[in-house]
């Protein structure tokens, strides 16, 4: 079933390639959406696209990425809305 989710992510999440990293594995997984740098040092990302696989996306952001230091992961789950055709960093 497809889904939505916001996710914000809070640690030690910019400078360190984790938008790079995610984009890699949503384009893997064929989920689209963003990944964007907040000015209060977090990173939002939105994701649509098959929920297995986005939660295997927020499984490699929790576990799976190397220079990054992610600390907490505020999830926020929506229907699927299709707004989104690739995913991008912003």
Known sequence: MK?????????YVQGVGLRYSVYNMAMRLNITGYAKNLYDGSVEIVAEGDEENIRELISYIKNGL?????????EKWEDYKGLYHTFEIM
């Open 66 to 74: 190397r220079w990054a230091r992610v600390e907490n992961v505020v």
């Open 3 to 11: 889904k939505m989710v916001y996710l914000n992510l809070t640690g």
